[in-house]
């Protein structure tokens, strides 16, 4: 019995909750931005490029790609779309009273990090929306995922920072020997 508790001790000690001191807070926010400026709407960053420069080949996979998860995407949206924005309407509700009323710092690693996710999915419904409406194809589906992938990266850099400045100024402001 002692042993049990002992590890679970252990675990809880290894998964801190206090998110911003946490290497694992950071490792997760590098992993998550280096993920998805890597991929758009399933088309990889470097399939994009063979394809803008002419290889046939990468344009016809890049828009088979595109094609597949833009109807999956939109068909998604189109059935359950309101249930979708009321679960994250919820959640992000939840985890901002919880993050800036109660001044809970793991409900603001979290709300710091859903936040850009968030604006980064409505980015990307918005893209796929346009490809299906504009029936974009060839250089110009290209040129739109080159453009959405760079506010993308410039969104990350910026959540980067303002996350980076809030969890400096949230341990700054604690004392030093509390736990």
Same mark, same amino acid.
């Given at each position: 019995?002692?042993?049990?508790?002992?590890?679970?001790?252990?675990?809880?000690?290894?998964?801190?909750?206090?998110?911003?001191?946490?290497?694992?807070?950071?490792?997760?926010?590098?992993?998550?931005?280096?993920?998805?400026?890597?991929?758009?709407?399933?088309?990889?960053?470097?399939?994009? /490029? @063979?394809?803008?420069?002419?290889? &046939?080949?990468?344009?016809?996979?890049?828009?088979? =790609?595109? #094609?597949?998860?833009? *109807?999956?995407?939109?068909?998604?949206?189109?059935?359950?779309?309101?249930?979708?924005?009321?679960?994250?309407?919820?959640?992000?509700?939840?985890?901002?009273?919880?993050?800036?009323?109660?001044?809970?710092?793991?409900?603001?690693?979290?709300?710091?990090?859903?936040?850009?996710?968030?604006?980064?999915?409505?980015?990307? /419904? @918005?893209?796929?929306?346009?490809? &299906?409406?504009?029936?974009?194809?060839?250089?110009? =589906?290209? #040129?739109?995922?080159? *453009?959405?992938?760079?506010?993308?990266?410039?969104?990350?850099?910026?959540?980067?920072?303002?996350?980076?400045?809030?969890?400096?100024?949230?341990?700054?402001?604690?004392?030093?020997?509390?736990?």
């Amino acid at each position: 019995m002692a042993s049990g508790v002992f590890l679970i001790e252990n675990i809880f000690s290894l998964i801190n909750m206090r998110s911003f001191s946490s290497l694992w807070f950071w490792i997760v926010l590098a992993v998550y931005w280096s993920a998805v400026t890597r991929v758009t709407l399933g088309a990889p960053y470097d399939l994009i /490029l @063979r394809a803008r420069k002419g290889d &046939e080949q990468s344009m016809t996979d890049m828009q088979d =790609l595109l #094609r597949i998860h833009v *109807r999956r995407r939109l068909e998604f949206i189109r059935r359950a779309g309101h249930w979708a924005l009321a679960f994250n309407a919820g959640l992000m509700t939840a985890l901002l009273l919880m993050a800036f009323h109660y001044q809970v710092e793991f409900a603001q690693a979290l709300f710091l990090l859903f936040l850009p996710m968030l604006i980064v999915r409505v980015m990307a /419904l @918005r893209l796929a929306f346009r490809v &299906e409406r504009q029936g974009l194809e060839g250089v110009a =589906l290209c #040129r739109a995922m080159l *453009r959405h992938r760079f506010w993308v990266q410039f969104l990350g850099l910026v959540s980067i920072f303002v996350t980076a400045v809030w969890g400096m100024l949230y341990i700054m402001s604690r004392p030093v020997l509390s736990m």
